[in-house]
């Protein structure tokens, strides 16, 4: 398998196309081939009138259809990783290893969705059937679900080239929950995403699926993403990314005729708070765990611990102590792309001049997209009264905050943005009494973690990944990880006095499908009697 570098629009290319640019490495610097072709206007609008077209056939398609088509996907991602992980290799910088173990993930990711899809639970079926001699007024039938919302957009990450990007969990959940896809490529590893984005082409037509189900745009601008975004037949929009990225792109979205919503995940700092009991019965292993945690693929995670928050103590301070020596003997690590690496050293810069805030551990990167950490310390006073202490630096670098005691670090905690993630590491007898403190953290983050770390996020029906702006643009009503994801592309409708012939087949009495459903109040899988 090898990149050409063209456009995937439905089941064909595009034409010469815009502005070419190559694939870098971010490790060696070279430039890569093959060049790839920025789209035009012209092969946006057809990518988005051929997923529109698409739309009606996807919503009615079943659950089981849909399960299919995810399998086939997983099953080609798994039957070609080798080829896909060597492309990711030369494009990120990131380790076989590391890329082997998220097309393993992205292929249960799909399967798990499919198997949602497949199941129909996700589609909340609720019957109330009709009263017509209730007295003073008759009832009428209800039947309500959650439909596909149609054309979905999504925006490819930086940081995983497999799990949050072309076949990633935006793609899999608005496939699930019946919708096109439209993706537009990262930059940053534009061969792997079209080895991957040919792979679900070849599962389109083995399946038998519409033309329009998936278009793959490549953009070496913001232009072609602008305009999908703006597109009028686009209904939603999904980007894992920076926060100036996100709000850009939601601004564009409220400005339409029609706004439609934009699912960004964005900056997060992901607080660890750890109390003093913890410190004193496990400190060597929160030392180990938290390096690891907050140097892990050189920082470039969304749930990287960003900000450490300690009662201030002579357990403490050796903690800190350990911490800082692990640190400083960290080697460098080479980021994704040269301009993450430009903005990790200029944010690095700003915060080192920032009041306050004193310098705990910084280690010289050399190469061009080299990064190493650089970590810092202020006290509880100085956060709480500069915002700019809030803010996501996106790499190896976290903030530690001393707090005098107790009632500070809850101050802390109230004071904090809305985050990915908030961990608490207590001791055996301090777990009882952090009541409080979790009620905060839980106000703060959309997943709160006692004694673990916050990067390796597991897959599962009950996880949630998202959280208060700035974490997300929705304020963490959704999420972006597990079943749930299904949820935001699709839309509730009800259905009041219709015949049963005439109702999806989600809702209709003999319960074709075998749902679970809220029939009159209860959840069933019975017929409607």
Sequence with gaps: MKPDGGNLIGFGSSGPGGTVFKAFNPATGERIDPGFASATSEDVDRAVQLAADAAPIWAKLSGRKRNEFLRHIADSLEAKSADLVARAMLETGLPGARLQGEVTRTANQLRLYGEAAERGDWLDARIETALPERKPLPKPDHRSMLRAIGPVVVFGSSNFPFAYSVAGGDTASAFAAGCPVIVKAHPAHPGTSELVGRLILHAVRDCGLPEGTFSLLFDAGFEVGQALVKHPHVKAVGFTGSLQGGRALADLATARAEPIPVYAE????????????????????????????????????????????????????????????????????????????????????????????KILAQVAAKGACGAAPAWFETDAKFFVGNH??????????????????????????QALEGSLTATLHVGTAEAGGSGELVDVLAAKAGRVILNGYPTGLEVSHAIVHSGPYPATSDGGRSTSVGTRALNRWARLVCYQGFADELLPPELQNANPLGLRRMVNGEWTSAAVQ
Excluded: Y
């Excluded at 996501?392 to 005098?404: A, D, R, T, Y």
């Design 388 to 413: 700019a202490l809030s803010e996501e630096i996106f790499g190896p670098s976290s903030l530690v905050v001393w707090c005098k005691d107790r009632a500070e670090l809850l101050q802390v905690a």
């Design 266 to 357: 964005m900056g997060s700092i992901n607080p660890v708070f750890i109390l003093p009991g913890a410190l004193a019965e496990r400190r060597v292993a929160i030392v180990e765990g938290l390096h690891a945690s907050a140097t892990l693929g050189v920082g470039q995670f969304c749930t990287n611990p960003g900000l450490i928050v300690l009662q201030r103590s002579a357990e403490a301070e050796q903690f800190v102590r350990e911490l800082t020596a692990k640190l400083a003997a960290t080697p460098e690590g080479a980021m994704l792309t040269a301009g993450i690496a430009r903005n990790f050293a200029a944010n690095v810069e700003t915060r080192t001049g920032q009041p306050g805030v």
